[in-house]
């Protein structure tokens, strides 16, 4: 499995300046075979993990899950 490493601070701020979605982004990585994306900080340190499926459908399911826990998290922040 590739391992992708990436700085989530500045990831995030791309994706805000590009107007796009980290599951668009994710969208254009799928091609085959799974891929662990390591989210760091600016320290290098490990915040979270995602494990890219190697297809699309897949993608969309994790994508729908992770809307509902978050949308779950922002409700018991009320």
């Known amino acids: 499995m590739q391992r992708i490493e990436i700085k ?3 990831f995030f701020e791309l994706l805000k300046l590009k107007d ?3 599951w668009e982004i994710f969208s ?7 891929k662990e994306i390591i989210f760091l900080d600016n320290e290098d340190k490990i ?10 459908e897949k993608l969309e399911e ?3 899950e992770f809307s509902k826990q978050f949308a ?3 409700d018991h922040l009320n």
């Open 47 to 56: 915040l979270f993990n995602y494990v890219l499926p190697s297809n699309p």
């Open 20 to 22: 796009t979605s980290m």
């Open 8 to 10: 989530a601070e500045a």
């Open 28 to 34: 254009q990585m799928i091609n085959g075979e799974e």
């Open 72 to 74: 779950d998290k922002l």
């Open 62 to 64: 994790d994508r729908k």
